[in-house]
């Protein structure tokens, strides 16, 4: 159930969700900019030159166009929705702009402190995408009269540092998941076109498209730089393929109306993104979750019920609340050790890195 005091309802609402930070809502990052310019990619020379073409062709400049019916039919659809739902949606599209936009921003800022042209060019692109798609979303949120004041988020949101690599493992694994996501879910409307319940889902292909691109060029700048794949460097690919997972896992449990709404069981939905996303990156990870190991299911579920928990606590207040929530969160971490323990399969790396997206 959804607490009143978490309820979208005012441009203030959007804002203040927007700002927060939790260990489920997206973040803002900067990194390491002298270690970001001195990336090399000559060892990918020929592939990254394929892909810049096709950035600089940007063939999706006119895909963010709303047409002229767009705004009556979201807001036609959405009266419709039973109220949760639409708490569901109105959260969906805030935490969907705030990681968009957390990306226009790494990305621009990254620009603005490198001299290295390739990355330049790079990032340069990349917060084009970025910044259409948040756009895009902020759009929808202005037809509820909801819009957020993205220069403001940009001033008023933490800021958390992470070394370069560890920003190629989180995006790369982010924009490919955010692609498994969005192209089952556009499926899905395509089967069920009556089912559709705002008209931003028919954007869903071409949006993950851009996805899969951003993660094509963390790929690359990984395969060009091996040892970024290798030794104790593959402990941080576990934990970040386990985090993002984790996540995906519990905040969709928390959402389930939003799901059911498109006809998706949010179990089924999860694993078969893990398993679009764990063919994908194959691509470059040396290893994969074990998604059909006995454990792991069974300590997401666990999660997410630690997760309910320490809400409950959050929701409670006072020192009796505090102590439920520490000690639920507890609970949680040692869950996540537990599971970075499960076994994971092994794989040989692809001599061609560049993929399509075929799903």
Not at 174 to 180: P, Q, R, T, V
Not at 205 to 225: K, P, T, V, Y
Not at 228 to 235: A, E, F, M, P
Not at 297 to 318: I, M, P, T, W
Request: glycine share 4%.
């Amino acid at each position: 159930m959804h607490n009143n005091s978490h309820e979208i309802n005012s441009v203030e609402d959007a804002a203040r969700k927007a700002v927060t930070d939790t260990i489920f809502s997206p973040r803002f990052y900067t990194t390491d900019f002298a270690a970001m310019d001195a990336i090399n990619v000559e060892p990918v020379r020929a592939e990254w030159d394929a892909m810049m073409a096709e950035y600089e062709g940007d063939n999706n400049h006119d895909h963010f166009q709303r047409d002229a019916t767009f705004a009556d039919e979201a807001r036609e659809l959405f009266a419709k929705l039973p109220k949760e739902l639409q708490q569901e949606f109105l959260d969906f599209l805030v935490s969907s702009l705030t990681s968009e936009f957390s990306g226009c921003v790494l990305y621009n800022e990254i620009k603005k402190n490198v001299s290295n042209p390739d990355i330049k060019k790079l990032m340069e692109y990349m917060a084009r995408d970025e910044s259409r798609h948040a756009g895009f979303l902020n759009s929808s949120l202005k037809d509820y009269g909801l819009g957020i004041d993205l220069g403001n988020l940009k001033r008023s949101k933490h800021y958390t540092y992470f070394k370069p690599k560890y920003i190629f493992y989180a995006t790369y694994l982010s924009e490919k998941i955010g692609y498994a996501r969005y192209i089952r879910i556009f499926r899905q409307f395509e089967r069920y076109p009556e089912r559709r319940f705002h008209p931003i889902f028919r954007w869903f292909q071409r949006w993950c498209n851009d996805e899969f691109r951003h993660g094509e060029s963390f790929a690359l700048i990984m395969r060009a730089n091996p040892e970024l794949l290798r030794g104790h460097n593959v402990l941080w690919i576990r934990f970040f393929l386990l985090a993002v997972y984790a996540t995906m896992y519990v905040r969709d449990h928390t959402r389930p109306e939003l799901k059911q709404q498109m006809g998706l069981d949010a179990t089924e939905y999860d694993f078969e993104v893990f398993r679009i996303t764990n063919e994908i990156t194959k691509q470059v990870f040396p290893i994969m979750l074990d998604l059909d190991h006995p454990a792991f299911h069974a300590n997401l579920d666990r999660l997410f019920y630690c997760s309910q928990r320490v809400d409950e606590g959050k929701a409670a207040g006072g020192l009796f609340g505090l102590a439920k929530r520490a000690w639920w969160s507890v609970a949680g971490v040692a869950l996540f050790a537990r599971m970075f323990f499960i076994p994971v399969i092994s794989n040989q790396l692809p001599a061609e890195t560049r993929m399509q997206p075929s799903w």
